[in-house]
């Protein structure tokens, strides 16, 4: 008798099987040695306030159920089998793109990106005179930048000061990534101030922030180099995944944020907090820059057809 | 799209959008291959020598654009016209601005620039009219001419070296306006002509159209044209013109009228001329439609419209 098994086309992870199901944030090495391994899941799984069934896995192709191996080896799943990710993108997906320009009616260049369920809006005042006298630059622009999450902007209704590390910490890399775009020399005695917020929080809000910034610079007519887009990659489930979410990025594996210049072919941004071996960490961050290279894409696409549409309304 | 968050209905989308695809395919520069974004190359004979312009910069022996805007080539020149810039001066501009400090012998006015310009005491016309120096008296009495926050229309006079503008308001045309509103407009929108000073008769009122996008609308003042006014005449004018402080409710309307014909002109991204905004804001009041109605959006469709026919009209006269 021939037997029945679901259609997959997608093969998955190669080890798929040891990482198949069910979730402990944690080790629980300790309850191996009291308990059966069924028990001690069942048991992390209500501390967890998961519901799975632990029965016989039909899909997996050994004999052997997931419980087969270590509970070391156990861990949350963030690829399924069918090579799913929790939103249902295929590991080299992004999220949707979306870029709207002169968003902010008052300033002089604005910007709403949204990658997925990520938000964020971008405005830019500038060049215009140095409000703080001392802090004139004789040959160059100032540069300013000031980022800020929202406090509607995640799950739990945050109260943040204004200025806690985190954002001091993203408004300066912000800063930094377009410094290095921006043709300062060109507009000097002035200063240029980016405002970037973030409206929704899903993940990847420092790649949203400098692409929303780079549409509004470039919105706002100010000489660059090139355009600086961002996108971020990590390593769950020994596969690498493009533009991480909110779930993803809290798992705690490795999160590379790369931002590039792409028609100069450089790197003007590269962050991880993690550790991760050569080879593989040239893997993630090749995708992260295959992910960079399709939001300029996009947002030159959105450049161009701004510029067409201010032209042929101005007429002549 | 840019600019424009009016709550439409559906027939208005529909004609909203009928009206721009129209002037779309009117536009001559949009339909060719000059708009370019950041970064992109600009394609240029490469064996003629040609000068790199605003705009652009070498990469790889290859020229590309650093703004996003139109391609504009003059002989061997190419550069790159930013649309949606801050406002670049050039000798001989008037400008309207709004004065940010009072300093030694001079003013600095917002004018829409990288930097405040500088209108110094001694470039602008006493308001007594008499030619001298000025003395410590004068620069004592600067507040009683400009204060700050006042609107202050002038002409670019020169640069310095380090790129900061001087102003002049040499004239009797130049100075403080008074009685009236100040928008604040796209630069690209106003177009360099003869006039920027425009007195619409059948209104009563002045409009200045300044070149860095502060446009005046006020009511009309006499004899500003007048370079040489009898000292005695013109100190009793202004002591009749102090006692009518107020303006009459007709002229606040106008000027509301006007005012509000160059907003709706330039959230649609139309160059603002005087024809035009006399233009809009007659079609207004044929149409019987209140001032505060002209920001709907059923007026801002009809506007597309009727520019969306203009422009067609003119194009057939052309050919």
């Not at chain 1, 052997?64 to 590991?91: A, I, N, Q």
């Amino acid at each position: 008798m021939m037997q029945v098994r679901p259609n997959l086309d997608y093969e998955g992870p190669k080890s798929h099987q040891h990482h198949r199901a069910f979730v402990f944030g944690f080790e629980y090495g300790f309850l191996k040695e009291k308990l059966d391994q069924k028990e001690a899941a069942k048991r992390a799984n209500e501390q967890l306030g998961f519901v799975f069934d632990i029965g016989p896995n039909p899909w997996s192709k050994p004999a052997t159920s997931s419980f087969g191996c270590k509970p070391s080896l156990v861990k949350m799943e963030y690829v399924s089998p069918e090579g799913l990710r929790l939103d249902g993108r295929r590991p080299m997906e992004m999220r949707q793109i979306r870029a709207e320009i002169g968003t902010v009616a008052r300033a002089d260049g604005s910007a709403v990106f949204e990658m997925g369920n990520t938000k964020v809006i971008a405005a830019v005042y500038g060049p215009r005179e140095v409000q703080n006298r001392s802090q004139q630059i004789s040959d160059q622009a100032l540069v300013r930048c000031e980022y800020s999450m929202a406090n509607f902007s995640t799950g739990d209704r945050m109260r943040k000061p204004k200025g806690d590390r985190r954002s001091t910490e993203i408004s300066l890399v912000i800063r930094q990534t377009m410094e290095a775009c921006i043709l300062t020399h060109l507009m000097p005695r002035s200063q240029i101030d980016i405002f970037v917020q973030v409206l929704q929080a899903d993940g990847g809000t420092r790649s949203a922030c400098i692409n929303a910034a780079t549409l509004a610079l470039a919105d706002a007519g100010i000489p660059m180099r090139d355009i600086v887009t961002s996108c971020s990659a990590g390593y769950l489930n020994s596969t690498p995944l493009l533009d991480l979410n909110y779930i993803e990025d809290s798992a705690g594996g490795p999160d590379v944020t790369v931002g590039i210049l792409p028609k100069l072919d450089k790197v003007t941004l590269l962050q991880m907090d993690a550790k991760l071996p050569l080879d593989i960490f040239e893997n993630v961050m090749g995708l992260a820059t295959e992910g960079c290279k399709a939001v300029a894409n996009y947002i030159r696409e959105v450049l161009l057809e701004n510029t067409k549409q201010l032209e042929y309304r101005r007429g002549l | 799209m840019r600019g424009l968050q009016l709550p439409l209905n559906q027939t208005q989308r529909i004609r909203l959008q009928r009206a721009l695809e129209k002037l779309h395919s009117l536009s001559s520069k949009a339909n060719s291959d000059a708009s370019v974004t950041v970064a992109d190359t600009i394609p240029v004979n490469y064996d003629d020598a040609f000068l790199k312009g605003h705009g652009t910069t070498e990469l790889n022996g290859e020229l590309v654009a650093t703004v996003c805007g139109v391609v504009e080539r003059v002989n061997k020149l190419v550069y790159v016209r930013a649309l949606r810039a801050r406002y670049k001066p050039e000798v001989g501009d008037i400008v309207v601005g709004r004065v940010v400090e009072v300093a030694q012998k001079r003013w600095r006015l917002e004018i829409n620039f990288s930097q405040d310009a500088v209108l110094m005491l001694s470039s602008m016309n006493m308001p007594d009219g008499i030619q001298r120096r000025r003395t410590a008296l004068d620069e004592l009495n600067m507040r009683s001419i400009f204060e700050e926050n006042d609107v202050v229309c002038a002409e670019v006079r020169n640069f310095h070296h380090d790129g900061s503008v001087q102003l002049q308001a040499r004239s009797q045309k130049y100075g403080k306006l008074e009685k009236g509103q100040l928008l604040i407009i796209d630069p690209y929108l106003v177009k360099k002509s003869k006039q920027h000073f425009h007195y619409l008769e059948q209104f009563g009122i002045d409009l200045i159209l300044g070149r860095n996008g502060f446009i005046w609308v006020g009511e009309h003042v006499e004899a500003r044209d007048g370079m040489i006014v009898d000292q005695a005449n013109n100190s009793e004018q202004s002591t009749v013109e102090k006692d009518q402080a107020y303006t009459p409710l007709e002229m606040r309307q106008n000027i509301c009228r006007i005012a509000n014909a160059v907003r709706v002109l330039s959230t649609l991204g139309f160059n603002v001329d005087a024809d035009l905004i006399i233009e809009t804001a007659e079609l207004s009041s044929s149409l019987n439609i209140d001032i505060h109605d002209m920001l709907g959006s059923e007026f801002h469709v009809l506007v597309a419209e009727r520019e969306a026919e203009r422009r067609s009209l003119m194009t057939k006269r052309k050919r």
